[in-house]
Protein backbone atom coordinates (compact mmCIF):
# COMPACT_ATOMS: atom_id res chain seq x y z
CA UNK A 1 0.00 0.00 0.00
CA UNK A 2 1.25 3.36 -1.13
CA UNK A 3 0.57 6.69 0.62
CA UNK A 4 1.50 10.21 -0.92
CA UNK A 5 3.28 12.94 1.00
CA UNK A 6 2.67 16.62 0.36
CA UNK A 7 3.63 19.62 2.42
CA UNK A 8 2.10 19.91 5.75
CA UNK A 9 1.66 15.72 6.12
CA UNK A 10 2.13 13.81 9.55
CA UNK A 11 1.71 10.56 10.79
CA UNK A 12 2.05 8.33 14.27
CA UNK A 13 3.96 5.48 14.32
CA UNK A 14 4.13 2.87 17.05
CA UNK A 15 7.38 0.83 18.15
CA UNK A 16 5.89 -2.31 17.48
CA UNK A 17 5.01 -1.50 13.97
CA UNK A 18 7.05 -2.92 11.08
CA UNK A 19 9.44 -0.53 9.17
CA UNK A 20 8.12 1.03 5.59
CA UNK A 21 9.88 2.11 2.93
CA UNK A 22 9.96 6.04 1.70
CA UNK A 23 10.56 7.06 -1.53
CA UNK A 24 10.53 10.55 -3.35
CA UNK A 25 9.74 10.65 -7.51
CA UNK A 26 12.60 11.27 -9.36
CA UNK A 27 13.69 15.34 -9.17
CA UNK A 28 11.44 15.02 -6.18
CA UNK A 29 13.03 16.64 -2.57
CA UNK A 30 11.32 15.25 0.55
CA UNK A 31 12.07 16.92 3.82
CA UNK A 32 10.52 14.91 6.81
CA UNK A 33 11.23 15.19 10.60
CA UNK A 34 11.26 12.65 12.93
CA UNK A 35 9.66 13.11 16.69
CA UNK A 36 10.35 10.34 18.98
CA UNK A 37 9.41 9.86 22.48
CA UNK A 38 8.17 8.24 25.18
CA UNK A 39 4.66 7.89 26.38
CA UNK A 40 5.61 7.19 29.97
CA UNK A 41 8.53 9.07 30.64
CA UNK A 42 8.39 12.17 28.20
CA UNK A 43 11.22 13.43 30.54
CA UNK A 44 14.39 10.96 29.90
CA UNK A 45 13.23 10.45 26.21
CA UNK A 46 12.74 12.78 23.73
CA UNK A 47 14.91 13.31 20.49
CA UNK A 48 14.61 15.46 17.37
CA UNK A 49 16.05 13.83 14.12
CA UNK A 50 16.01 14.62 10.82
CA UNK A 51 16.09 10.90 8.61
CA UNK A 52 12.97 9.27 8.71
CA UNK A 53 12.55 5.74 7.37
CA UNK A 54 8.87 4.40 9.00
CA UNK A 55 5.25 5.26 7.46
CA UNK A 56 2.06 5.38 9.16
CA UNK A 57 0.54 1.53 8.81
CA UNK A 58 -2.22 1.31 7.09
CA UNK A 59 -1.56 4.54 4.75
CA UNK A 60 -3.68 7.19 6.17
CA UNK A 61 -2.09 10.62 6.05
CA UNK A 62 -2.84 13.50 7.79
CA UNK A 63 -2.88 17.06 7.27
CA UNK A 64 -1.60 19.88 8.92
CA UNK A 65 -1.19 23.57 8.84
CA UNK A 66 2.50 23.58 7.42
CA UNK A 67 4.06 26.74 8.78
CA UNK A 68 2.11 26.72 12.37
CA UNK A 69 3.52 22.90 12.38
CA UNK A 70 7.22 24.47 11.18
CA UNK A 71 7.05 26.96 14.43
CA UNK A 72 5.98 24.50 16.43
CA UNK A 73 8.94 21.71 15.46
CA UNK A 74 11.47 24.87 16.07
CA UNK A 75 10.19 25.80 19.05
CA UNK A 76 11.20 22.02 20.12
CA UNK A 77 14.53 21.99 18.69
CA UNK A 78 15.10 25.08 21.22
CA UNK A 79 14.04 23.37 23.88
CA UNK A 80 16.39 20.84 23.35
CA UNK A 81 19.53 22.84 23.78
CA UNK A 82 17.92 24.14 27.18
CA UNK A 83 19.53 22.24 30.24
CA UNK A 84 18.42 21.71 33.38
CA UNK A 85 15.35 20.94 34.94
CA UNK A 86 13.52 24.03 32.91
CA UNK A 87 15.09 22.37 29.61
CA UNK A 88 12.92 19.68 30.58
CA UNK A 89 9.56 21.13 31.17
CA UNK A 90 10.30 23.10 28.19
CA UNK A 91 10.27 19.93 26.29
CA UNK A 92 7.66 18.40 27.76
CA UNK A 93 5.86 21.64 27.20
CA UNK A 94 6.60 21.96 23.80
CA UNK A 95 6.02 18.34 22.98
CA UNK A 96 2.88 18.51 24.14
CA UNK A 97 1.91 21.62 22.18
CA UNK A 98 3.20 19.65 19.07
CA UNK A 99 0.94 16.90 19.44
CA UNK A 100 -2.39 18.67 20.32
CA UNK A 101 -1.87 20.16 17.31
CA UNK A 102 -1.25 17.38 15.68
CA UNK A 103 -4.15 15.25 17.28
CA UNK A 104 -6.50 18.30 16.37
CA UNK A 105 -5.77 17.86 12.28
CA UNK A 106 -5.94 14.44 12.62
CA UNK A 107 -8.66 12.75 10.82
CA UNK A 108 -10.37 9.21 10.71
CA UNK A 109 -11.62 7.74 7.34
CA UNK A 110 -14.84 7.68 8.59
CA UNK A 111 -14.87 11.42 10.25
CA UNK A 112 -15.30 13.18 6.82
CA UNK A 113 -15.83 11.59 3.31
CA UNK A 114 -15.53 14.46 1.52
CA UNK A 115 -11.64 14.72 2.77
CA UNK A 116 -11.00 11.70 1.81
CA UNK A 117 -12.39 11.56 -1.81
CA UNK A 118 -10.48 14.76 -2.50
CA UNK A 119 -7.50 13.22 -0.75
CA UNK A 120 -7.65 10.81 -3.58
CA UNK A 121 -8.50 13.11 -6.49
CA UNK A 122 -5.44 15.08 -5.10
CA UNK A 123 -3.39 12.19 -5.86
CA UNK A 124 -5.04 11.70 -9.13
CA UNK A 125 -3.59 15.11 -10.32
CA UNK A 126 -0.37 14.76 -8.88
CA UNK A 127 0.09 11.20 -10.63
CA UNK A 128 -1.18 11.74 -14.41
CA UNK A 129 1.78 10.85 -15.95
CA UNK A 130 2.70 7.70 -13.87
CA UNK A 131 0.34 4.18 -14.00
CA UNK A 132 -2.15 4.38 -11.09
CA UNK A 133 -4.27 1.79 -10.17
CA UNK A 134 -7.96 2.71 -9.53
CA UNK A 135 -7.99 -0.33 -6.87
CA UNK A 136 -5.22 1.50 -5.32
CA UNK A 137 -7.60 4.51 -4.71
CA UNK A 138 -10.42 2.96 -2.31
CA UNK A 139 -7.35 2.15 0.32
CA UNK A 140 -6.03 5.65 -0.08
CA UNK A 141 -9.06 6.96 1.18
CA UNK A 142 -9.32 4.49 4.12
CA UNK A 143 -12.70 2.89 2.86
CA UNK A 144 -14.12 -0.21 1.11
CA UNK A 145 -14.18 -0.12 -2.83
CA UNK A 146 -18.10 -0.20 -2.87
CA UNK A 147 -18.26 3.25 -0.56
CA UNK A 148 -15.61 4.91 -2.20
CA UNK A 149 -16.94 4.41 -5.69
CA UNK A 150 -20.58 5.91 -4.23
CA UNK A 151 -19.19 8.63 -2.34
CA UNK A 152 -16.57 9.82 -5.06
CA UNK A 153 -19.66 9.27 -7.75
CA UNK A 154 -21.79 12.23 -5.51
CA UNK A 155 -19.12 13.95 -5.02
CA UNK A 156 -17.99 14.34 -8.73
CA UNK A 157 -21.13 12.60 -10.86
CA UNK A 158 -18.66 10.05 -12.06
CA UNK A 159 -16.82 7.16 -11.28
CA UNK A 160 -13.25 7.37 -10.70
CA UNK A 161 -12.32 5.93 -13.56
CA UNK A 162 -13.99 8.27 -15.56
CA UNK A 163 -13.06 11.31 -13.52
CA UNK A 164 -9.23 10.21 -13.74
CA UNK A 165 -9.69 9.93 -18.41
CA UNK A 166 -11.22 14.00 -17.80
CA UNK A 167 -8.30 14.54 -16.08
CA UNK A 168 -5.88 13.08 -18.01
CA UNK A 169 -7.68 14.47 -21.61
CA UNK A 170 -8.08 17.99 -20.03
CA UNK A 171 -4.75 17.91 -19.21
CA UNK A 172 -3.97 16.94 -22.74
CA UNK A 173 -6.10 19.53 -24.16
CA UNK A 174 -3.77 22.09 -22.15
CA UNK A 175 -0.19 20.36 -23.84
CA UNK A 176 -2.05 20.96 -27.43
CA UNK A 177 -2.04 24.69 -26.95
CA UNK A 178 1.50 24.62 -27.25
CA UNK A 179 1.61 24.27 -31.78
CA UNK A 180 5.77 22.34 -30.83
CA UNK A 181 4.19 19.65 -28.78
CA UNK A 182 4.09 16.35 -30.37
CA UNK A 183 1.01 13.99 -29.76
CA UNK A 184 3.70 11.39 -28.71
CA UNK A 185 4.94 13.45 -26.09
CA UNK A 186 1.33 14.48 -25.22
CA UNK A 187 0.20 10.76 -24.46
CA UNK A 188 3.47 9.85 -22.24
CA UNK A 189 2.87 13.29 -20.34
CA UNK A 190 -0.86 12.04 -19.31
CA UNK A 191 0.00 8.42 -18.70
CA UNK A 192 -0.74 6.61 -22.30
CA UNK A 193 2.85 4.88 -23.35
CA UNK A 194 0.77 4.01 -27.05
CA UNK A 195 -0.26 7.13 -28.61
CA UNK A 196 -2.93 5.05 -31.06
CA UNK A 197 -4.66 4.07 -27.18
CA UNK A 198 -4.60 7.75 -26.27
CA UNK A 199 -6.36 9.18 -29.93
CA UNK A 200 -8.84 6.36 -29.42
CA UNK A 201 -9.69 7.40 -25.78
CA UNK A 202 -9.48 11.40 -26.78
CA UNK A 203 -12.18 10.59 -29.36
CA UNK A 204 -14.27 8.59 -27.58
CA UNK A 205 -14.00 11.17 -24.81
CA UNK A 206 -13.68 14.95 -26.88
CA UNK A 207 -16.21 13.16 -29.94
CA UNK A 208 -13.13 14.02 -32.34
CA UNK A 209 -9.29 13.11 -32.93
CA UNK A 210 -6.71 14.86 -31.43
CA UNK A 211 -5.56 16.10 -35.11
CA UNK A 212 -8.82 17.86 -35.72
CA UNK A 213 -8.85 18.95 -32.27
CA UNK A 214 -5.31 20.54 -32.68
CA UNK A 215 -7.26 22.41 -35.77
CA UNK A 216 -10.12 23.89 -33.91
CA UNK A 217 -7.87 25.27 -31.11
CA UNK A 218 -5.73 27.43 -33.97
CA UNK A 219 -9.52 29.66 -34.00
CA UNK A 220 -8.32 33.30 -33.23
CA UNK A 221 -11.04 34.51 -30.80
CA UNK A 222 -11.63 38.17 -29.35
CA UNK A 223 -13.33 38.92 -26.61
CA UNK A 224 -15.38 42.99 -26.49
CA UNK A 225 -16.98 43.23 -22.85
CA UNK A 226 -17.14 44.80 -19.94
CA UNK A 227 -16.56 41.84 -17.98
CA UNK A 228 -13.67 39.87 -18.11
CA UNK A 229 -14.21 36.97 -20.37
CA UNK A 230 -11.14 36.30 -21.35
CA UNK A 231 -11.31 34.42 -18.15
CA UNK A 232 -13.60 31.79 -19.47
CA UNK A 233 -11.32 31.12 -22.32
CA UNK A 234 -8.39 30.36 -20.30
CA UNK A 235 -10.28 28.19 -18.47
CA UNK A 236 -11.30 26.34 -21.49
CA UNK A 237 -7.58 26.31 -22.93
CA UNK A 238 -8.33 28.66 -25.07
CA UNK A 239 -5.71 32.25 -25.55
CA UNK A 240 -7.74 34.95 -27.10
CA UNK A 241 -6.04 37.61 -29.64
CA UNK A 242 -7.64 40.72 -27.78
CA UNK A 243 -9.84 40.82 -24.35
CA UNK A 244 -11.22 44.48 -22.53
CA UNK A 245 -8.78 45.62 -20.04
CA UNK A 246 -8.84 48.61 -17.39
CA UNK A 247 -5.41 50.11 -17.09
CA UNK A 248 -6.77 53.00 -15.00
CA UNK A 249 -8.43 50.06 -12.50
CA UNK A 250 -5.49 47.42 -12.53
CA UNK A 251 -1.90 48.12 -11.38
CA UNK A 252 -0.47 45.93 -14.51
CA UNK A 253 1.20 46.93 -17.29
CA UNK A 254 -1.30 45.40 -19.75
CA UNK A 255 -4.85 46.27 -17.83
CA UNK A 256 -5.51 42.55 -16.77
CA UNK A 257 -6.07 41.42 -13.71
CA UNK A 258 -2.82 40.54 -12.23
CA UNK A 259 -3.71 36.58 -11.50
CA UNK A 260 -4.46 37.33 -15.54
CA UNK A 261 -1.82 39.03 -16.79
CA UNK A 262 0.89 36.65 -16.98
CA UNK A 263 -1.32 34.28 -18.82
CA UNK A 264 -2.50 36.47 -21.67
CA UNK A 265 0.73 37.25 -22.75
CA UNK A 266 0.30 37.53 -26.64
CA UNK A 267 -3.13 38.86 -26.31
CA UNK A 268 -3.72 42.40 -27.13
CA UNK A 269 -5.33 44.50 -24.38
CA UNK A 270 -8.45 46.35 -25.25
CA UNK A 271 -9.09 49.91 -23.39
CA UNK A 272 -12.99 48.92 -22.06
CA UNK A 273 -12.45 52.39 -19.87
CA UNK A 274 -12.56 54.19 -23.17
CA UNK A 275 -15.31 52.85 -26.40
CA UNK A 276 -13.80 49.78 -28.10
CA UNK A 277 -14.96 50.66 -31.61
CA UNK A 278 -15.04 47.57 -34.26
CA UNK A 279 -12.63 48.96 -36.52
CA UNK A 280 -10.36 48.22 -34.04
CA UNK A 281 -10.95 44.51 -33.65
CA UNK A 282 -12.13 43.77 -36.97
CA UNK A 283 -8.90 44.79 -38.10
CA UNK A 284 -7.25 41.30 -35.91
CA UNK A 285 -9.11 39.41 -38.76
CA UNK A 286 -10.46 36.76 -35.43
CA UNK A 287 -12.78 33.90 -36.54
CA UNK A 288 -14.87 34.51 -33.72
CA UNK A 289 -15.91 38.03 -31.66
CA UNK A 290 -17.57 37.37 -27.92
CA UNK A 291 -19.67 40.10 -27.05
CA UNK A 292 -21.41 41.35 -24.37
CA UNK A 293 -23.66 45.15 -24.36
CA UNK A 294 -21.31 47.97 -23.96
CA UNK A 295 -22.63 51.33 -23.11
CA UNK A 296 -20.88 53.23 -25.68
CA UNK A 297 -21.00 50.83 -28.90
CA UNK A 298 -24.92 51.70 -29.44
CA UNK A 299 -23.75 53.96 -31.81
CA UNK A 300 -21.14 51.69 -33.96
CA UNK A 301 -23.24 50.11 -36.68
CA UNK A 302 -20.57 47.85 -37.93
CA UNK A 303 -20.76 44.97 -35.18
CA UNK A 304 -23.55 43.14 -36.79
CA UNK A 305 -22.26 43.22 -39.93
CA UNK A 306 -19.72 40.68 -39.07
CA UNK A 307 -21.32 37.08 -38.94
CA UNK A 308 -18.30 36.26 -37.01
CA UNK A 309 -19.81 38.41 -33.85
CA UNK A 310 -21.70 35.90 -31.16
CA UNK A 311 -23.50 38.14 -28.43
CA UNK A 312 -23.68 36.83 -25.44
CA UNK A 313 -27.05 37.47 -23.06
CA UNK A 314 -26.30 39.52 -19.92
CA UNK A 315 -27.01 37.00 -16.65
CA UNK A 316 -26.20 36.91 -13.22
CA UNK A 317 -25.16 33.63 -13.39
CA UNK A 318 -21.31 33.12 -14.06
CA UNK A 319 -22.12 29.42 -14.94
CA UNK A 320 -24.59 30.46 -17.65
CA UNK A 321 -21.97 33.04 -19.25
CA UNK A 322 -19.26 29.78 -18.98
CA UNK A 323 -21.97 27.84 -20.56
CA UNK A 324 -22.86 29.62 -23.45
CA UNK A 325 -19.29 30.37 -24.49
CA UNK A 326 -18.49 26.88 -23.82
CA UNK A 327 -21.35 25.43 -26.04
CA UNK A 328 -20.24 28.03 -29.03
CA UNK A 329 -16.78 26.68 -28.83
CA UNK A 330 -17.55 23.11 -28.66
CA UNK A 331 -16.10 22.73 -25.25
CA UNK A 332 -18.98 22.03 -23.17
CA UNK A 333 -17.57 18.72 -21.48
CA UNK A 334 -14.51 21.01 -20.38
CA UNK A 335 -16.48 23.69 -19.23
CA UNK A 336 -18.35 21.02 -16.96
CA UNK A 337 -15.45 19.73 -15.84
CA UNK A 338 -14.55 23.06 -14.70
CA UNK A 339 -17.79 23.77 -12.88
CA UNK A 340 -17.71 20.90 -11.05
CA UNK A 341 -13.71 21.82 -9.67
CA UNK A 342 -15.26 24.90 -8.53
CA UNK A 343 -18.16 23.63 -6.68
CA UNK A 344 -16.03 21.63 -4.92
CA UNK A 345 -13.75 24.42 -4.06
CA UNK A 346 -16.75 26.21 -2.67
CA UNK A 347 -17.89 23.31 -0.67
CA UNK A 348 -14.49 23.43 0.88
CA UNK A 349 -14.07 27.07 1.81
CA UNK A 350 -17.89 27.04 3.32
CA UNK A 351 -16.58 24.68 5.65
CA UNK A 352 -13.38 26.31 6.38
CA UNK A 353 -15.39 29.43 6.91
CA UNK A 354 -18.48 27.78 9.41
CA UNK A 355 -16.80 29.48 12.53
CA UNK A 356 -17.34 33.10 10.86
CA UNK A 357 -20.60 32.42 8.71
CA UNK A 358 -22.50 30.93 11.74
CA UNK A 359 -22.24 34.64 13.68
CA UNK A 360 -23.72 37.20 13.25
CA UNK A 361 -25.85 38.87 9.69
CA UNK A 362 -24.05 40.41 7.13
CA UNK A 363 -24.88 43.42 5.35
CA UNK A 364 -22.93 44.35 1.80
CA UNK A 365 -22.12 47.63 0.28
CA UNK A 366 -19.91 49.33 -2.27
CA UNK A 367 -18.90 53.12 -1.88
CA UNK A 368 -19.03 54.96 -4.78
CA UNK A 369 -18.24 58.80 -4.76
CA UNK A 370 -21.45 60.38 -3.53
CA UNK A 371 -23.20 57.06 -4.06
CA UNK A 372 -23.49 53.97 -1.47
CA UNK A 373 -24.49 51.17 -3.12
CA UNK A 374 -26.71 48.43 -0.80
CA UNK A 375 -26.30 44.93 -2.89
CA UNK A 376 -29.62 42.94 -2.15
CA UNK A 377 -29.41 38.83 -1.41
CA UNK A 378 -30.17 37.78 -4.99
CA UNK A 379 -29.54 38.54 -8.82
CA UNK A 380 -25.67 39.25 -8.42
CA UNK A 381 -23.01 36.58 -8.57
CA UNK A 382 -21.60 37.88 -5.64
CA UNK A 383 -23.96 37.93 -2.98
CA UNK A 384 -24.75 34.77 -4.84
CA UNK A 385 -21.82 33.82 -3.95
CA UNK A 386 -21.35 35.09 -0.45
CA UNK A 387 -25.08 34.34 1.21
CA UNK A 388 -25.57 30.76 -0.63
CA UNK A 389 -22.86 28.73 -1.51
CA UNK A 390 -20.55 30.24 1.40
CA UNK A 391 -23.39 30.54 3.61
CA UNK A 392 -23.35 33.96 5.11
CA UNK A 393 -26.16 35.15 6.90
CA UNK A 394 -27.69 38.22 5.21
CA UNK A 395 -29.94 40.81 7.65
CA UNK A 396 -33.89 39.61 6.99
CA UNK A 397 -34.98 42.79 5.98
CA UNK A 398 -32.61 43.29 3.02
CA UNK A 399 -35.03 41.73 0.04
CA UNK A 400 -33.84 43.08 -2.51
CA UNK A 401 -31.69 41.98 -5.78
CA UNK A 402 -29.16 42.74 -7.52
CA UNK A 403 -28.32 46.21 -5.64
CA UNK A 404 -29.74 49.45 -4.41
CA UNK A 405 -27.95 52.80 -5.27
CA UNK A 406 -28.14 56.22 -3.57
CA UNK A 407 -28.98 53.95 -0.42
CA UNK A 408 -27.38 55.61 2.58
CA UNK A 409 -30.16 56.61 4.02
CA UNK A 410 -31.66 53.15 4.39
CA UNK A 411 -27.89 51.98 5.36
CA UNK A 412 -28.57 54.77 8.32
CA UNK A 413 -32.47 52.86 8.77
CA UNK A 414 -31.03 49.20 8.92
CA UNK A 415 -28.31 50.37 11.22
CA UNK A 416 -26.54 46.30 10.41
CA UNK A 417 -24.80 44.42 12.95
CA UNK A 418 -21.75 43.46 10.38
CA UNK A 419 -21.10 45.59 7.50
CA UNK A 420 -18.91 44.63 4.30
CA UNK A 421 -17.07 47.27 1.69
CA UNK A 422 -16.41 45.93 -1.29
CA UNK A 423 -14.53 47.32 -4.59
CA UNK A 424 -14.49 50.66 -3.03
CA UNK A 425 -11.55 53.34 -3.20
CA UNK A 426 -9.86 54.85 -0.15
CA UNK A 427 -11.25 57.82 -0.20
CA UNK A 428 -14.34 57.19 -1.11
CA UNK A 429 -14.47 54.93 1.99
CA UNK A 430 -13.15 57.65 3.95
CA UNK A 431 -16.01 60.67 2.87
CA UNK A 432 -18.80 58.30 4.47
CA UNK A 433 -17.21 57.26 7.81
CA UNK A 434 -16.28 61.19 8.16
CA UNK A 435 -20.40 61.30 7.78
CA UNK A 436 -21.94 61.28 11.81
CA UNK A 437 -24.32 59.38 10.68
CA UNK A 438 -21.89 56.60 9.81
CA UNK A 439 -20.04 57.43 12.87
CA UNK A 440 -23.42 56.07 14.72
CA UNK A 441 -23.97 52.98 12.76
CA UNK A 442 -24.02 49.34 15.07
CA UNK A 443 -21.48 48.31 13.22
CA UNK A 444 -19.43 51.05 13.45
CA UNK A 445 -19.59 51.41 17.30
CA UNK A 446 -18.80 48.07 17.44
CA UNK A 447 -15.79 47.27 15.27
CA UNK A 448 -17.81 45.09 13.20
CA UNK A 449 -16.98 46.84 9.75
CA UNK A 450 -14.99 44.74 7.09
CA UNK A 451 -12.84 46.21 4.67
CA UNK A 452 -11.09 44.18 2.66
CA UNK A 453 -8.39 44.83 -0.53
CA UNK A 454 -11.24 42.94 -3.08
CA UNK A 455 -9.77 45.55 -6.04
CA UNK A 456 -9.64 41.95 -7.48
CA UNK A 457 -12.36 40.18 -6.08
CA UNK A 458 -14.09 38.62 -9.63
CA UNK A 459 -16.95 36.19 -9.30
CA UNK A 460 -18.12 36.08 -12.59
CA UNK A 461 -15.14 34.00 -14.22
CA UNK A 462 -13.75 30.70 -12.65
CA UNK A 463 -10.33 31.89 -12.40
CA UNK A 464 -11.39 35.05 -10.65
CA UNK A 465 -13.65 33.33 -8.76
CA UNK A 466 -11.55 31.12 -7.10
CA UNK A 467 -8.67 33.41 -6.84
CA UNK A 468 -11.22 35.29 -4.99
CA UNK A 469 -12.20 32.30 -2.66
CA UNK A 470 -8.69 31.71 -1.72
CA UNK A 471 -8.37 35.65 -0.68
CA UNK A 472 -11.71 35.48 1.27
CA UNK A 473 -10.61 32.62 2.90
CA UNK A 474 -7.31 34.79 3.89
CA UNK A 475 -9.29 37.66 5.26
CA UNK A 476 -12.47 36.55 7.04
CA UNK A 477 -10.11 33.09 8.39
CA UNK A 478 -8.17 35.81 10.68
CA UNK A 479 -11.33 37.30 11.94
Not at 216 to 223: F, P, Q
Request: proline share 5%; hydrophobic share 35%.
Amino acid sequence: MSSPLSEGSFFFIHKEECSYELMADPGSTLKLTLVQYNVSDLKNELMVATSLSLLNSGGIVHQSASALTDTLLSHLRQAMSVKGELGSMRKQLTLYELLLHLHAHQRTPGRNVNDSVQATISYMEQRLSKPLQISELPQLAGMTQSSYCRAFKKMTGLTPGNYLTQLRMLKAKELMSDKHAALRDIAVTVGYQDELYFSRVFKKTEGISPSVFLKRRERKVAVVSSLILQDHLLALGILPIAAPSYPNYFTTPSGFPSYLHDRLDGTIPLNAETPIRSNDVIRLSPDLILRTRLKDDLSDKHWGEDSSAFFIDESTSWEQYFRNIASHLDRTAEAERVIRGLTLIEQEARRKLEAVTKEGKWTIVRLLPGNCRLYGVKDHAFTELFYKRLQFKPDKRITHGSYMNDAFDHLVELNPDQLLIIWSEEPDVNEFSADPRWQELKAVKESRVYYPDSREWDPWGPIGREQMIKAMLRFFGRL
